[in-house]
């Protein structure tokens, strides 16, 4: 298997994740009504577009959006106990804005469970010196590893979307001659799309329009120590950075003092190769607060609608049925009749009765905080302390929230910690 065909098996392996992922994104910003079901005629549809056939609304109460905030905004306020970034170089926090960028890593980490950053030295239109870019999981890819520390990983890598003239820059090294043939090479694929019949691709070997993919690949592989005395297997990381089609764009061993790749990347929490994020902990719950919310407003629409019983022998000859109609919703609407001595007509209410609606919705509310750890407190609630319970009382139960994301942050802090350091071996 060569070095493309290794780094797509390894992009093909985590397909569930990303589809996953999505879906939780979608739900973290408000679409929460576009999940595949079936009608009763066995075709597919959103779950939006069903609701919508019955009449209703789908109306929704993002959670999921107001807590995410909340354990960002106790992040960016030091709660959490993170470490100040006042002890890193300036050079580091100046250029890369670190603040922000850690804390949309956050975000993305608290959706996806996983957090990726890229750590290199770049010269760049706005500066150079020691980058750090988050990564999404959208365009990373890792084989198969069970070690939370990523000790096991052997090969890593991303996808890259360069205009050509990033690409020719880059990787002629100043000849004209390799850059006519990275171009031609380029243009082929261009104008050579069935090439990827076949493929299963994805969006592995594609780029949007007016850029060309670039598939960064970097290896784990043995190193020639040159001492035929030391017979110890010693391994070096090693980088190719590929097109579409195999060509080796440039390679080279890993030019940093830390001997590694450029990766910083914590996937949470990582259980037999498995990641399972904060928000897919309480989707569910989500979905069905949605769903009782929608029961609720069907009740509701319900109770208020009247309908009308008008005897047909009442109405006038010059009056249509849809004036009588638009005439009776009017609230100062005048219907004319024909004979004051017959049945008159009438409106017939019916009012819905509770069901239990409101407290199946208190109790999911409920259980969606149980659920996810984020308690009204940490959002800043204090309707369920007592008058008399004073600050004490608030500061216990906020300590008592807090302790419930201390596995999820002491996670997310390593993962910033082993960035730190990576970053600050590439300063000179």
């Known amino acids: 298997m060569n070095y493309l065909q290794q ?32 009608d009763r005629h066995g075709r ?26 909340a354990i960002i905004g106790q992040y960016r306020t030091g709660v959490d106990q993170q470490q100040p970034y006042d002890n890193l170089d300036p050079r580091l926090t100046c250029l890369n ?13 608290l959706i996806s469970g996983c957090a990726i950053q890229r750590v290199s030295n770049d010269v760049r239109p706005s500066g150079s010196g020691v980058w750090i870019d988050n990564v999404s999981p959208d365009r990373f890819f890792v084989e198969d590893f069970r070690d939370p520390r990523g000790t096991d990983i052997t090969l ?36 050579d799309p069935l090439w990827l019949e076949g493929k299963d691709a994805g969006d592995f070997f594609t780029a949007p329009r007016g850029r060309w993919r670039v598939i960064e690949c970097w290896q784990l592989v043995p190193a020639d120590t040159g001492d035929a005395n030391n017979m110890s297997l010693q391994f070096k990381w090693h980088c190719r950075w590929l097109t579409p089609k195999g060509y080796v764009l440039s390679e080279y061993d890993s030019p940093w003092s830390h001997g590694s790749h450029p990766f910083v990347l ?37 109770s208020a609608k009247g309908v009308l ?23 100062d609407g005048i219907i004319p009749i024909t004979d004051r001595t017959s049945h008159l007509p009438q409106q017939i209410n019916s ?29 800043g609630n204090t309707s369920s302390i007592p008058a008399n319970g ?28 082993d960035r730190d350091l990576k970053a600050s071996m590439l300063l000179t």
């Open 309 to 331: 019983l008008f005897p047909v022998g009442q109405k006038p000859s010059n009056v249509t049925w849809e004036d009588i109609a638009n005439n009776w919703a009017s609230p």
């Open 156 to 191: 890593l890598g991303m996808l890259h979307d360069m205009t050509p003239g990033e690409v020719i820059s880059r990787f002629s090294h100043g000849d004209r001659a390799r850059g006519r043939r990275i171009a031609d090479h380029y243009g082929a694929i261009d104008d």
């Open 351 to 379: 009012t819905a009765g509770d069901v239990g609606a409101h407290r199946l919705l208190e109790m999911q509310l409920k259980l969606f905080e149980d659920t996810s750890g984020v308690s009204s407190t940490l959002l």
């Open 7 to 38: 780094a797509h098996a390894a992009w093909a392996n985590h397909s569930a994740r990303r589809a996953r992922r999505q879906r939780y994104k979608r739900y973290t910003y408000g679409d929460q009504w576009s999940d595949i079901v079936h």
């Open 97 to 109: 804005d670190l603040a922000e960028m850690d804390s949309r890593m956050l975000e993305e980490f």
């Open 390 to 417: 004073g600050s004490a009382l608030f500061e216990a139960q906020l300590r008592q929230a807090n302790a419930s994301l201390a596995d999820l942050m002491a996670t997310f802090t390593a993962w910033r910690r």
């Open 266 to 302: 914590k996937f949470y929490p990582l259980t037999d190769g498995e990641v399972h994020s904060f928000v897919e902990d309480v989707i569910e719950q989500q979905h069905y607060i949605n769903r009782v919310i929608v029961l609720m407003d069907k009740m509701l629409d319900s």
């Open 44 to 69: 597919a549809i959103s779950e939006a577009q069903l609701i919508r056939r019955s009449g209703q609304i789908p109306l929704s109460n993002n959670l999921i959006r107001r807590m995410i905030k």
